[in-house]
Structure formats: C-alpha cells, structure tokens
C-alpha cells in the first residue's frame, strides 16, 4: 500500500482526530459552525437516521427514553405535568 503524503494525509489525520472525538466535544465543535455550515450538517445528519430500520429506530428511543428517565432519577431535570405542558404550547400558538 502507498504510503499517504501531503493534503491527503493531513485531511486523513483530521478524520482520524475526528473519530476519536466523543460526542459533547463534536457538538461543541459543531455549534462553532457557521450557521449554513450548521445548518448543512443538521440535514445530513437527519437524513441519515432516515435510513434506520423499525428496530434501530425503537432501540434507540429505547435508549433515550432511559436516559430521560436517569435524568429525572438524578434531579437534573423536573418533571412539569401535561397539562401545563399543553397550555404553554396553546400560549405560544395564540
């Protein structure tokens, strides 16, 4: 295999350091965007979960549905009752 030099080596290391990333610091970076950078990248990402199967689909709000519910559990979000909820939404809507 040939050895990888000059831009494409250094796009290569940028994927790689990428990779590596964990998720609260590719959103930091993200959010640095500009906001039609942002804005793309908010595409992309959607359409690719369009993509997923019924199973992905119900394991993954599987998955958040549980961290949700760790986040109520540890007191770092407050539960607010549906029908605030809905008279809030009805507020905003006037």
């Known amino acids: 295999m ?4 000059g831009p ?12 590596r990333m964990d998720v609260n610091t590719l959103e930091h970076e993200a ?5 039609n950078e942002r804005a793309r990248l908010a595409v992309d990402l959607i359409e690719s979960l369009e993509n997923l199967s019924d199973c992905e689909v ?6 958040e549905s549980q961290r949700r519910v760790r ?3 540890k007191g770092e ?5 549906a029908e605030v ?3 809030r939404v009805t507020d905003l809507l006037r």
């Open 2 to 5: 040939k050895a990888v030099r």
């Open 8 to 19: 494409t080596q250094s796009v290569w290391e940028g994927w790689c350091t990428l990779r």
């Open 77 to 81: 979000v407050a539960m607010v009752p």
């Open 85 to 87: 909820v809905a008279a």
């Open 71 to 73: 986040q109520v559990d």
């Open 58 to 63: 119900e394991r993954l709000w599987l998955a």
């Open 31 to 35: 959010l640095g965007l500009p906001s």
